[in-house]
């Protein structure tokens, strides 16, 4: 009666182990994945990134900035330049 006890608690134990370590396994699987997307995410970003840096210094130069305000803003260089120093 002992033994048959001993046996079908090994055999509980065994299959919950069992169990256990295939559900692991899936929960690695998916965290896997998961982890890949958000590698992918942040890859993209980083291209994005530095895309954007680029824009900014092409947007930023001194020729453009001073282009953009002759056209669009109709901008131009005083012709009398009065200078004032103050003490």
Request: no cysteine; net charge positive; charged share 25%.
């Amino acid at each position: 009666m002992n033994r048959g006890i001993t046996l079908i608690l090994l055999l509980t134990l065994v299959l919950g182990s069992a169990l256990t370590v295939v559900y692991v396994k899936h929960q690695s699987r998916v965290l896997f994945a998961e982890l890949r997307a958000i590698q992918k995410l942040q890859d993209r970003q980083v291209i994005e990134w530095g895309r954007l840096q680029l824009q900014n210094s092409t947007l930023a130069a001194h020729s453009n900035v001073e282009s953009r305000a002759r056209k669009d803003l109709k901008m131009r260089l005083p012709e009398n330049v009065h200078l004032v120093r103050l003490k």
